[in-house]
Protein backbone atom coordinates (compact mmCIF):
# COMPACT_ATOMS: atom_id res chain seq x y z
CA UNK A 1 0.00 0.00 0.00
CA UNK A 2 1.22 3.18 -1.07
CA UNK A 3 2.46 5.58 2.03
CA UNK A 4 0.05 8.44 1.24
CA UNK A 5 -2.79 6.13 1.53
CA UNK A 6 -1.81 6.25 5.54
CA UNK A 7 -1.60 9.57 5.71
CA UNK A 8 -5.45 10.09 4.29
CA UNK A 9 -8.06 10.52 7.22
CA UNK A 10 -11.20 8.02 7.79
CA UNK A 11 -14.22 10.37 7.37
CA UNK A 12 -15.40 11.71 10.75
CA UNK A 13 -19.06 12.89 10.23
CA UNK A 14 -20.31 15.42 12.45
CA UNK A 15 -23.73 17.35 12.37
CA UNK A 16 -23.57 20.13 9.40
CA UNK A 17 -26.59 22.14 11.13
CA UNK A 18 -29.01 21.66 8.70
CA UNK A 19 -31.89 18.57 7.48
CA UNK A 20 -30.47 18.73 3.76
CA UNK A 21 -26.57 18.93 4.78
CA UNK A 22 -27.56 15.83 7.00
CA UNK A 23 -27.83 12.89 5.03
CA UNK A 24 -24.97 13.81 2.96
CA UNK A 25 -21.62 11.64 4.10
CA UNK A 26 -19.33 14.37 1.93
CA UNK A 27 -20.81 17.53 3.48
CA UNK A 28 -20.59 16.21 7.38
CA UNK A 29 -17.47 15.06 7.09
CA UNK A 30 -16.14 18.85 6.12
CA UNK A 31 -15.02 21.01 9.05
CA UNK A 32 -18.11 22.86 10.56
CA UNK A 33 -19.17 26.02 8.96
CA UNK A 34 -17.26 28.58 10.38
CA UNK A 35 -18.72 31.85 11.50
CA UNK A 36 -16.66 35.52 10.99
CA UNK A 37 -14.41 35.35 14.00
CA UNK A 38 -13.80 31.71 13.78
CA UNK A 39 -12.63 31.95 10.32
CA UNK A 40 -10.54 34.97 11.02
CA UNK A 41 -8.58 33.39 13.69
CA UNK A 42 -7.81 29.93 11.52
CA UNK A 43 -6.70 32.02 8.23
CA UNK A 44 -5.03 34.75 10.35
CA UNK A 45 -0.63 33.73 10.05
CA UNK A 46 1.88 35.78 12.00
CA UNK A 47 5.46 34.77 11.99
CA UNK A 48 7.18 34.24 15.14
CA UNK A 49 9.28 36.62 16.45
CA UNK A 50 12.13 37.16 19.40
CA UNK A 51 13.05 40.87 20.46
CA UNK A 52 16.57 39.36 20.73
CA UNK A 53 16.71 38.69 17.06
CA UNK A 54 17.82 41.87 16.72
CA UNK A 55 21.20 41.26 18.42
CA UNK A 56 22.01 38.86 15.57
CA UNK A 57 24.31 39.84 12.80
CA UNK A 58 22.65 41.00 9.42
CA UNK A 59 23.42 37.60 7.27
CA UNK A 60 21.55 36.16 9.99
CA UNK A 61 18.51 38.33 10.85
CA UNK A 62 17.95 38.31 7.03
CA UNK A 63 17.02 34.98 7.35
CA UNK A 64 14.60 35.82 9.95
CA UNK A 65 12.87 38.31 8.09
CA UNK A 66 11.80 36.27 5.36
CA UNK A 67 8.93 35.02 7.93
CA UNK A 68 7.42 37.84 6.47
CA UNK A 69 6.90 36.08 2.95
CA UNK A 70 5.94 32.84 4.38
CA UNK A 71 4.17 33.38 7.71
CA UNK A 72 2.41 36.50 7.35
CA UNK A 73 -1.31 36.74 6.48
CA UNK A 74 -3.47 38.95 8.28
CA UNK A 75 -7.70 38.87 7.15
CA UNK A 76 -10.11 41.34 6.43
CA UNK A 77 -13.63 41.41 5.18
CA UNK A 78 -13.21 40.60 1.89
CA UNK A 79 -11.45 37.39 3.08
CA UNK A 80 -13.86 36.23 4.86
CA UNK A 81 -16.36 36.96 2.63
CA UNK A 82 -14.53 34.78 0.27
CA UNK A 83 -14.43 32.10 2.76
CA UNK A 84 -17.78 32.22 3.00
CA UNK A 85 -18.39 31.77 -0.61
CA UNK A 86 -16.28 28.77 -1.05
CA UNK A 87 -18.37 27.02 1.72
CA UNK A 88 -21.02 27.62 0.09
CA UNK A 89 -19.89 26.51 -2.99
CA UNK A 90 -18.15 23.65 -1.78
CA UNK A 91 -21.16 22.32 0.17
CA UNK A 92 -24.23 23.25 -2.27
CA UNK A 93 -21.95 21.42 -5.21
CA UNK A 94 -22.31 18.32 -2.80
CA UNK A 95 -26.13 18.44 -2.79
CA UNK A 96 -26.66 17.26 -6.11
CA UNK A 97 -23.80 14.64 -5.50
CA UNK A 98 -24.65 12.62 -2.37
CA UNK A 99 -22.82 9.18 -2.60
CA UNK A 100 -25.67 7.50 -0.72
CA UNK A 101 -28.18 8.55 -3.15
CA UNK A 102 -29.23 6.57 -6.49
CA UNK A 103 -28.31 10.04 -8.26
CA UNK A 104 -24.84 9.50 -7.56
CA UNK A 105 -24.73 6.26 -9.31
CA UNK A 106 -26.77 8.04 -12.24
CA UNK A 107 -23.62 10.61 -12.39
CA UNK A 108 -21.29 7.85 -12.50
CA UNK A 109 -23.21 6.09 -15.08
CA UNK A 110 -22.85 9.22 -17.37
CA UNK A 111 -19.52 9.70 -17.02
CA UNK A 112 -19.07 6.10 -18.44
CA UNK A 113 -21.13 7.35 -21.11
CA UNK A 114 -18.84 10.33 -21.71
CA UNK A 115 -15.96 7.65 -21.84
CA UNK A 116 -17.29 5.63 -24.42
CA UNK A 117 -18.30 8.33 -26.14
CA UNK A 118 -15.52 10.29 -25.94
CA UNK A 119 -18.42 13.89 -25.17
CA UNK A 120 -18.19 15.70 -21.83
CA UNK A 121 -21.98 16.81 -23.01
CA UNK A 122 -23.45 13.38 -23.03
CA UNK A 123 -25.92 12.78 -20.79
CA UNK A 124 -27.77 9.53 -20.77
CA UNK A 125 -29.63 10.32 -17.21
CA UNK A 126 -31.63 13.38 -17.96
CA UNK A 127 -33.61 13.01 -14.23
CA UNK A 128 -31.01 14.19 -12.86
CA UNK A 129 -30.06 17.78 -11.58
CA UNK A 130 -26.44 19.62 -10.60
CA UNK A 131 -26.43 21.49 -8.09
CA UNK A 132 -22.86 23.13 -8.49
CA UNK A 133 -22.07 26.64 -8.79
CA UNK A 134 -19.19 28.95 -10.09
CA UNK A 135 -17.29 32.26 -9.93
CA UNK A 136 -14.37 33.96 -11.25
CA UNK A 137 -12.23 36.32 -9.01
CA UNK A 138 -10.33 39.04 -11.06
CA UNK A 139 -7.32 41.06 -9.79
CA UNK A 140 -3.81 42.34 -10.03
CA UNK A 141 -0.77 40.74 -9.30
CA UNK A 142 0.65 40.97 -5.90
CA UNK A 143 -3.33 41.86 -4.07
CA UNK A 144 -2.80 38.83 -2.03
CA UNK A 145 -5.54 36.98 -3.88
CA UNK A 146 -3.78 33.77 -4.80
CA UNK A 147 -2.67 33.57 -0.92
CA UNK A 148 -6.06 33.95 0.42
CA UNK A 149 -7.78 31.35 -1.82
CA UNK A 150 -4.58 28.93 -0.68
CA UNK A 151 -5.34 30.29 3.03
CA UNK A 152 -8.73 29.20 2.35
CA UNK A 153 -8.66 25.78 0.87
CA UNK A 154 -6.09 24.16 3.39
CA UNK A 155 -8.44 24.72 6.23
CA UNK A 156 -10.40 22.03 4.11
CA UNK A 157 -8.88 18.46 4.67
CA UNK A 158 -7.25 17.72 1.53
CA UNK A 159 -8.18 14.05 1.15
CA UNK A 160 -11.04 11.83 3.37
CA UNK A 161 -11.57 8.10 3.40
CA UNK A 162 -15.11 6.79 3.87
CA UNK A 163 -15.10 2.99 4.89
CA UNK A 164 -18.21 2.06 4.87
CA UNK A 165 -18.28 3.35 1.13
CA UNK A 166 -15.08 2.91 -0.07
CA UNK A 167 -14.64 6.99 -1.69
CA UNK A 168 -11.70 9.07 -1.10
CA UNK A 169 -13.12 12.38 -1.15
CA UNK A 170 -10.72 15.28 -2.36
CA UNK A 171 -12.82 18.46 -0.99
CA UNK A 172 -10.77 20.87 -3.40
CA UNK A 173 -7.56 20.42 -6.16
CA UNK A 174 -5.91 23.75 -7.57
CA UNK A 175 -4.26 23.74 -10.75
CA UNK A 176 -2.46 26.78 -13.13
CA UNK A 177 -4.14 27.55 -16.27
CA UNK A 178 -1.49 25.96 -18.86
CA UNK A 179 -0.14 29.15 -20.68
CA UNK A 180 -0.79 27.89 -24.54
CA UNK A 181 -4.37 27.45 -22.99
CA UNK A 182 -3.75 23.55 -23.95
CA UNK A 183 -6.70 21.58 -22.96
CA UNK A 184 -4.36 18.12 -22.67
CA UNK A 185 -2.04 19.85 -20.60
CA UNK A 186 -5.17 20.88 -18.16
CA UNK A 187 -6.14 17.40 -17.95
CA UNK A 188 -2.28 15.71 -17.75
CA UNK A 189 -1.87 18.58 -14.80
CA UNK A 190 -5.23 17.20 -13.20
CA UNK A 191 -3.80 13.56 -13.15
CA UNK A 192 -0.56 14.70 -11.40
CA UNK A 193 -2.31 16.59 -8.94
CA UNK A 194 -4.44 13.56 -7.98
CA UNK A 195 -2.01 11.32 -7.85
CA UNK A 196 0.06 13.75 -5.60
CA UNK A 197 -3.26 13.65 -3.35
CA UNK A 198 -3.83 10.11 -3.49
CA UNK A 199 -1.00 8.22 -4.27
CA UNK A 200 -2.55 7.12 -7.79
CA UNK A 201 -1.26 6.48 -10.87
CA UNK A 202 -3.76 8.54 -13.14
CA UNK A 203 -1.03 10.10 -15.48
CA UNK A 204 0.32 7.17 -16.20
CA UNK A 205 -2.89 4.81 -16.95
CA UNK A 206 -4.82 7.57 -18.43
CA UNK A 207 -2.68 10.56 -19.50
CA UNK A 208 -1.07 8.14 -22.67
CA UNK A 209 0.84 10.55 -25.08
CA UNK A 210 -1.29 9.26 -27.89
CA UNK A 211 -4.74 9.90 -26.18
CA UNK A 212 -7.00 12.02 -27.23
CA UNK A 213 -7.89 15.58 -25.93
CA UNK A 214 -11.54 14.41 -25.85
CA UNK A 215 -10.80 11.25 -24.25
CA UNK A 216 -8.71 12.99 -21.77
CA UNK A 217 -11.49 15.50 -20.83
CA UNK A 218 -13.98 12.87 -20.15
CA UNK A 219 -11.61 10.69 -18.27
CA UNK A 220 -10.92 14.15 -15.99
CA UNK A 221 -14.38 14.59 -15.29
CA UNK A 222 -15.00 11.28 -14.13
CA UNK A 223 -12.41 11.16 -11.72
CA UNK A 224 -13.86 14.57 -10.48
CA UNK A 225 -16.85 12.79 -9.63
CA UNK A 226 -15.36 9.32 -8.70
CA UNK A 227 -13.48 11.08 -5.99
CA UNK A 228 -16.07 13.90 -4.92
CA UNK A 229 -14.18 16.87 -6.20
CA UNK A 230 -15.73 19.64 -4.25
CA UNK A 231 -14.20 22.55 -6.43
CA UNK A 232 -12.07 22.35 -8.76
CA UNK A 233 -9.94 25.94 -8.60
CA UNK A 234 -7.82 26.98 -11.85
CA UNK A 235 -5.44 29.80 -11.67
CA UNK A 236 -4.10 31.84 -13.94
CA UNK A 237 -6.61 32.06 -16.03
CA UNK A 238 -5.07 35.21 -18.01
CA UNK A 239 -2.97 32.12 -19.67
CA UNK A 240 -6.47 31.87 -22.12
CA UNK A 241 -5.89 34.80 -24.00
CA UNK A 242 -2.82 33.11 -25.65
CA UNK A 243 -4.18 31.73 -28.97
CA UNK A 244 -2.54 28.06 -28.67
CA UNK A 245 -4.19 24.81 -28.93
CA UNK A 246 -7.13 25.34 -29.65
CA UNK A 247 -7.06 29.28 -27.39
CA UNK A 248 -9.81 30.06 -24.84
CA UNK A 249 -13.03 28.62 -26.21
CA UNK A 250 -12.47 25.04 -25.91
CA UNK A 251 -11.19 25.84 -22.55
CA UNK A 252 -14.00 27.77 -21.17
CA UNK A 253 -16.49 25.66 -22.76
CA UNK A 254 -14.93 22.75 -21.09
CA UNK A 255 -15.23 24.46 -17.66
CA UNK A 256 -19.26 25.40 -18.45
CA UNK A 257 -19.31 21.74 -19.23
CA UNK A 258 -18.41 20.47 -15.81
CA UNK A 259 -20.64 23.07 -14.13
CA UNK A 260 -23.72 22.19 -15.79
CA UNK A 261 -23.21 18.51 -17.02
CA UNK A 262 -20.91 16.94 -14.55
CA UNK A 263 -22.03 18.99 -11.62
CA UNK A 264 -18.54 20.20 -10.26
CA UNK A 265 -17.82 23.42 -8.97
CA UNK A 266 -15.39 25.98 -10.49
CA UNK A 267 -13.36 28.78 -9.58
CA UNK A 268 -11.45 30.74 -12.41
CA UNK A 269 -8.45 33.05 -11.05
CA UNK A 270 -6.42 35.63 -13.11
CA UNK A 271 -5.09 38.79 -13.61
CA UNK A 272 -7.31 41.95 -15.22
CA UNK A 273 -6.30 40.54 -18.54
CA UNK A 274 -9.09 37.66 -17.76
CA UNK A 275 -12.08 40.14 -17.33
CA UNK A 276 -13.12 40.07 -20.73
CA UNK A 277 -12.78 35.81 -20.71
CA UNK A 278 -15.59 36.20 -17.50
CA UNK A 279 -17.73 38.25 -19.47
CA UNK A 280 -18.05 35.81 -22.26
CA UNK A 281 -18.53 32.34 -22.27
CA UNK A 282 -17.98 31.41 -18.93
CA UNK A 283 -21.12 33.94 -17.97
CA UNK A 284 -23.13 31.47 -19.85
CA UNK A 285 -22.77 28.36 -17.34
CA UNK A 286 -26.14 27.93 -15.81
CA UNK A 287 -25.51 28.81 -12.06
CA UNK A 288 -22.28 30.88 -12.62
CA UNK A 289 -24.19 34.19 -11.61
CA UNK A 290 -25.36 32.84 -8.03
CA UNK A 291 -22.20 33.49 -6.45
CA UNK A 292 -21.19 36.34 -9.17
CA UNK A 293 -17.70 37.57 -9.65
CA UNK A 294 -15.29 38.66 -7.24
CA UNK A 295 -13.32 41.89 -7.59
CA UNK A 296 -10.03 41.55 -6.01
CA UNK A 297 -8.69 45.01 -6.16
CA UNK A 298 -5.62 46.34 -4.23
CA UNK A 299 -6.17 47.84 -0.31
CA UNK A 300 -7.55 51.26 -0.17
CA UNK A 301 -5.80 53.92 2.23
CA UNK A 302 -8.31 53.43 4.77
CA UNK A 303 -8.34 51.96 8.06
CA UNK A 304 -7.94 48.26 6.96
CA UNK A 305 -4.72 49.89 5.59
CA UNK A 306 -3.70 51.56 8.62
CA UNK A 307 -4.23 48.36 11.20
CA UNK A 308 -2.08 46.29 8.59
CA UNK A 309 0.74 48.72 8.33
CA UNK A 310 0.25 49.03 11.99
CA UNK A 311 0.71 45.43 12.62
CA UNK A 312 3.53 44.92 10.07
CA UNK A 313 5.31 47.60 11.30
CA UNK A 314 6.11 45.74 14.76
CA UNK A 315 8.25 42.79 12.72
CA UNK A 316 11.31 45.20 12.87
CA UNK A 317 14.68 43.20 12.83
CA UNK A 318 16.64 46.44 13.44
CA UNK A 319 17.83 47.34 16.42
CA UNK A 320 16.13 50.95 16.85
CA UNK A 321 12.67 50.90 16.26
CA UNK A 322 11.45 54.30 15.27
CA UNK A 323 7.28 55.41 15.44
CA UNK A 324 5.23 54.79 12.60
CA UNK A 325 4.78 57.85 11.47
CA UNK A 326 1.82 59.21 9.26
CA UNK A 327 4.57 60.24 6.82
CA UNK A 328 5.46 56.90 6.84
CA UNK A 329 2.28 55.12 6.03
CA UNK A 330 1.56 57.16 3.73
CA UNK A 331 5.08 57.10 2.00
CA UNK A 332 4.41 53.24 1.83
CA UNK A 333 0.87 53.02 0.05
CA UNK A 334 2.26 55.62 -2.17
CA UNK A 335 5.36 53.18 -3.03
CA UNK A 336 3.21 49.77 -3.05
CA UNK A 337 -0.61 51.47 -4.13
CA UNK A 338 -2.07 49.18 -1.35
CA UNK A 339 -0.69 46.22 -3.69
CA UNK A 340 -0.29 43.93 -0.68
CA UNK A 341 3.21 42.09 -1.74
CA UNK A 342 4.97 45.00 -2.97
CA UNK A 343 4.29 46.02 0.30
CA UNK A 344 5.73 43.20 2.43
CA UNK A 345 8.94 43.41 0.30
CA UNK A 346 9.46 46.95 0.48
CA UNK A 347 9.06 46.44 3.89
CA UNK A 348 11.71 43.70 4.24
CA UNK A 349 14.19 45.59 1.52
CA UNK A 350 13.97 48.49 3.19
CA UNK A 351 15.12 47.04 7.16
CA UNK A 352 18.07 45.43 4.80
CA UNK A 353 19.32 48.35 3.65
CA UNK A 354 19.03 49.90 7.06
CA UNK A 355 21.18 46.84 8.00
CA UNK A 356 24.10 47.83 5.16
CA UNK A 357 24.18 51.38 5.85
CA UNK A 358 24.16 50.78 9.69
CA UNK A 359 21.64 52.97 9.82
CA UNK A 360 19.62 50.34 11.77
CA UNK A 361 16.35 52.25 11.62
CA UNK A 362 13.66 52.81 9.26
CA UNK A 363 12.79 56.28 7.96
CA UNK A 364 10.41 58.13 5.24
CA UNK A 365 13.64 58.57 2.88
CA UNK A 366 14.99 55.30 3.17
CA UNK A 367 12.03 53.56 1.83
CA UNK A 368 11.64 56.12 -0.88
CA UNK A 369 15.32 55.53 -1.80
CA UNK A 370 14.37 51.39 -1.55
CA UNK A 371 11.30 51.95 -4.16
CA UNK A 372 13.46 54.14 -6.44
CA UNK A 373 16.12 51.61 -6.49
CA UNK A 374 14.96 48.25 -6.11
CA UNK A 375 11.46 48.52 -7.44
CA UNK A 376 12.21 50.07 -11.23
CA UNK A 377 10.48 46.56 -13.05
CA UNK A 378 6.95 47.55 -11.56
CA UNK A 379 6.76 51.10 -11.80
CA UNK A 380 4.91 51.22 -14.71
CA UNK A 381 2.47 48.23 -12.99
CA UNK A 382 2.52 51.12 -9.86
CA UNK A 383 1.69 54.38 -11.97
CA UNK A 384 -1.46 52.62 -13.59
CA UNK A 385 -2.73 51.81 -10.50
CA UNK A 386 -1.99 55.54 -10.17
CA UNK A 387 -3.93 56.55 -13.10
CA UNK A 388 -6.79 54.45 -12.13
CA UNK A 389 -7.73 54.18 -15.91
CA UNK A 390 -8.61 50.13 -16.78
CA UNK A 391 -7.22 49.99 -20.06
CA UNK A 392 -3.33 50.66 -18.54
CA UNK A 393 -4.39 48.34 -15.42
CA UNK A 394 -5.07 45.55 -17.77
CA UNK A 395 -1.83 46.29 -19.59
CA UNK A 396 0.33 45.40 -16.37
CA UNK A 397 -1.68 43.62 -14.25
CA UNK A 398 -0.12 40.41 -14.58
CA UNK A 399 3.46 41.73 -13.91
CA UNK A 400 5.89 39.59 -11.92
CA UNK A 401 6.68 40.77 -8.84
CA UNK A 402 10.15 41.59 -7.74
CA UNK A 403 12.58 39.47 -6.63
CA UNK A 404 13.02 39.90 -2.99
CA UNK A 405 15.72 37.55 -2.26
CA UNK A 406 17.66 38.08 -5.06
CA UNK A 407 17.15 41.98 -4.88
CA UNK A 408 18.95 41.62 -0.72
CA UNK A 409 21.39 38.81 -2.16
CA UNK A 410 22.29 41.23 -4.82
CA UNK A 411 22.83 44.03 -2.38
CA UNK A 412 24.78 41.87 0.13
CA UNK A 413 27.08 41.03 -2.51
CA UNK A 414 28.03 44.71 -3.08
CA UNK A 415 29.18 45.08 0.23
CA UNK A 416 31.32 41.69 0.70
CA UNK A 417 35.19 42.92 0.90
CA UNK A 418 37.33 40.31 0.31
CA UNK A 419 40.96 40.55 2.13
CA UNK A 420 43.91 40.66 0.36
CA UNK A 421 45.70 36.79 0.80
CA UNK A 422 49.30 37.13 2.28
CA UNK A 423 51.72 34.19 2.14
CA UNK A 424 51.12 32.33 5.65
CA UNK A 425 55.08 33.05 6.41
CA UNK A 426 54.37 36.79 6.61
CA UNK A 427 51.66 36.60 9.77
CA UNK A 428 54.63 34.98 11.89
CA UNK A 429 56.63 37.78 11.49
CA UNK A 430 56.63 38.63 15.43
CA UNK A 431 57.68 34.98 15.86
CA UNK A 432 60.56 34.75 13.53
CA UNK A 433 63.18 33.92 16.16
CA UNK A 434 61.11 30.77 17.23
CA UNK A 435 60.71 29.94 13.70
CA UNK A 436 64.61 29.82 13.32
CA UNK A 437 65.57 27.87 15.81
CA UNK A 438 62.67 25.19 14.64
CA UNK A 439 63.97 25.13 11.54
CA UNK A 440 67.34 24.34 12.65
CA UNK A 441 66.17 21.36 14.84
CA UNK A 442 63.96 19.74 12.23
CA UNK A 443 66.50 20.12 9.26
CA UNK A 444 68.78 18.22 12.21
CA UNK A 445 66.51 16.33 12.43
CA UNK A 446 66.33 15.28 8.32
CA UNK A 447 63.03 17.32 7.74
CA UNK A 448 62.99 19.50 4.64
CA UNK A 449 62.22 22.53 4.77
CA UNK A 450 59.40 22.71 2.70
CA UNK A 451 57.53 20.16 4.14
CA UNK A 452 58.79 21.27 7.76
CA UNK A 453 57.57 25.33 7.51
CA UNK A 454 54.26 24.72 7.00
CA UNK A 455 53.97 22.43 10.05
CA UNK A 456 55.71 24.85 12.30
CA UNK A 457 53.30 27.45 10.99
CA UNK A 458 50.47 25.20 11.59
CA UNK A 459 51.35 24.26 15.28
CA UNK A 460 52.02 27.93 16.29
CA UNK A 461 48.70 28.84 15.01
CA UNK A 462 47.37 26.62 16.69
CA UNK A 463 48.59 27.34 20.23
CA UNK A 464 51.80 30.59 19.94
CA UNK A 465 52.06 30.32 23.59
CA UNK A 466 54.27 26.62 23.05
CA UNK A 467 57.68 26.94 23.84
CA UNK A 468 60.41 25.01 21.20
CA UNK A 469 60.93 22.17 22.48
CA UNK A 470 56.92 21.21 22.89
CA UNK A 471 56.23 22.28 19.07
CA UNK A 472 59.14 19.72 18.42
CA UNK A 473 57.57 16.81 20.45
CA UNK A 474 54.31 17.66 18.33
CA UNK A 475 56.15 17.72 15.41
CA UNK A 476 58.17 14.76 15.78
CA UNK A 477 54.88 12.72 16.57
CA UNK A 478 53.29 13.35 13.52
CA UNK A 479 56.36 12.40 11.79
CA UNK A 480 56.38 9.03 13.44
CA UNK A 481 52.49 8.34 13.20
CA UNK A 482 52.83 9.45 8.75
CA UNK A 483 56.07 7.21 8.72
CA UNK A 484 55.10 4.39 6.58
CA UNK A 485 55.90 1.03 8.24
CA UNK A 486 57.45 -1.34 5.38
CA UNK A 487 58.34 -4.26 7.78
CA UNK A 488 54.54 -4.99 8.37
CA UNK A 489 54.26 -9.16 8.12
CA UNK A 490 52.90 -10.32 4.78
CA UNK A 491 49.77 -12.59 5.19
CA UNK A 492 51.13 -16.30 4.88
CA UNK A 493 50.11 -18.02 1.55
CA UNK A 494 47.47 -19.79 0.87
CA UNK A 495 48.40 -23.53 1.04
CA UNK A 496 48.73 -25.53 -1.73
CA UNK A 497 46.04 -28.06 -2.26
CA UNK A 498 48.69 -31.04 -1.89
CA UNK A 499 49.29 -29.64 1.13
CA UNK A 500 45.77 -29.83 3.11
CA UNK A 501 46.86 -33.10 4.77
CA UNK A 502 49.27 -30.71 7.17
CA UNK A 503 46.85 -28.16 8.31
CA UNK A 504 44.89 -28.79 11.90
CA UNK A 505 42.29 -31.84 12.03
CA UNK A 506 39.26 -29.53 12.38
CA UNK A 507 40.60 -27.43 9.77
CA UNK A 508 37.72 -28.63 6.61
CA UNK A 509 40.14 -28.33 4.13
CA UNK A 510 42.05 -31.11 5.89
CA UNK A 511 38.81 -33.30 6.11
CA UNK A 512 38.15 -32.55 2.80
CA UNK A 513 41.75 -34.57 2.16
CA UNK A 514 40.64 -37.58 4.30
CA UNK A 515 37.08 -37.94 3.43
CA UNK A 516 37.87 -40.40 1.03
CA UNK A 517 34.74 -42.11 -0.76
CA UNK A 518 32.20 -40.68 1.71
CA UNK A 519 30.61 -37.15 0.83
CA UNK A 520 31.77 -33.83 2.49
CA UNK A 521 28.55 -33.71 4.26
CA UNK A 522 29.00 -37.22 5.44
CA UNK A 523 32.55 -35.69 6.72
CA UNK A 524 30.81 -32.90 8.49
CA UNK A 525 28.06 -34.96 10.57
CA UNK A 526 30.91 -37.93 11.62
CA UNK A 527 33.01 -34.63 12.52
CA UNK A 528 29.85 -33.23 14.83
CA UNK A 529 29.89 -29.96 12.36
CA UNK A 530 26.75 -30.21 11.13
CA UNK A 531 23.51 -31.99 12.32
CA UNK A 532 21.57 -35.08 11.62
CA UNK A 533 17.80 -34.17 10.55
CA UNK A 534 16.77 -37.98 11.08
CA UNK A 535 18.06 -37.79 14.48
CA UNK A 536 15.95 -34.05 15.24
CA UNK A 537 13.10 -35.08 13.94
CA UNK A 538 13.06 -37.90 15.67
CA UNK A 539 14.06 -36.10 18.88
CA UNK A 540 10.53 -33.79 18.21
Not at 9 to 29: K, Q, R, T, V
Not at 68 to 95: C, D, K, N, V, W
Not at 241 to 251: A, F, I, K, L
Not at 291 to 306: A, F, K, Q, T
Request: glycine share 6%; proline share 6%; charged share 25%.
Amino acid sequence: MNDIWTKIPNADYSDPGLPEYADNPFICALPAIRDQSTAIHELRLLPTFDPQEVNLPPHIRVHAMQRLLTQFFQPFAQHITLETRFSLLIRQGYLGRNPESPDFKKHLNNGYDRILNKNIRQTTHTDITTTANSFGIVGTSGCGKSLAIRRILTSYPQAIFHPDLQITQVPWLKLECPSNGSLKELCKNFFVALDNRLGTQYRKQRGKARTGTDELITEMAQLAQIHGLGVLVIDEIQNLSVHRSGGEQPMLQFFVSLVNEVGIPVVLVGTPKARRLFAKDFSQARRSSGLGSVSWDRMPEDGNWERLTTLLWDYQWLKQKVPLTENIRKALYNCSQGVIDILVKLFILSQWRAMLTKAEQLSEALILQVYQDEFKAVHPMLDALRSGDPDKIERFGDLRMPDVEGKMIQAFSSEIVIPESKPLTQSFSEESDKVKKLLNITDSLGLEHDIALPIIEMEIAKNPSLDVMHIIHRITAQMTQATPTNNRPRPSKKPKTNNWQVLPERDMRNMFFHKGENTMHEMLKQEGIVASITNILKSN
